[in-house]
């Protein structure tokens, strides 16, 4: 992956949060958040 992929790639996740931020709230960003540092957590458990 090349740098400018990355920077694009990162710029439109950040602008996709964003515009789900402003239009649903933090609610469900946050639950999903939890969710994901959950399996983190189970993955380095079985590494």
């Given at each position: 992956m090349t740098n400018t992929i990355a920077v694009a790639f990162g710029l439109f996740l950040l602008t996709a949060l964003a515009?789900?931020?402003?239009?649903f709230g933090t609610g469900h960003v946050l639950f999903l958040s939890k969710k994901?540092?959950?399996l983190i957590e189970w993955l380095a458990f079985w590494r």
């Open positions: 515009v789900d931020v402003i239009f994901l540092f959950e």
